[in-house]
């Protein structure tokens, strides 16, 4: 069993808020910082860790998360990601 009051109910507590700065693992505060939220997070936090969920999930599927380049995105010339520049590759002629 794992602990409902940990990230399976706020499952945004794995990164950093970028809202009231709170770091991971910690609940989010409001009212500069004397009031803990422990039933919401940011709603800065749930789209950063959403953003994060997408990144991960494009790696697990062979792409690159830090350009958002899915696994069948990548370059047809050398098969890597956005992450390069790549004015070099020749795109194979269908
Ligand atoms: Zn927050
Ligand atoms: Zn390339
Ligand atoms: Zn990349």
């Known amino acids: 069993m794992t602990d409902p009051d940990h990230d399976e109910r706020l499952p945004a507590l794995a990164v950093a808020c970028p809202s009231c700065g709170s770091t991971p693992d910690q609940l989010c505060t409001s009212h500069g910082g004397t009031r803990t939220r422990r039933h919401d997070v940011h709603q800065t936090r749930t789209q950063a860790h959403r953003a994060l969920v997408d ?9 690159c998360g830090v350009c958002d380049t899915e696994a069948d995105e990548m370059c047809v010339g050398c098969g890597g990601c956005r992450c390069d520049r790549h004015d070099t590759c020749t795109r194979p002629t269908p």
């Open 55 to 63: 990144s991960i999930e494009t790696e697990l599927t062979g792409g």
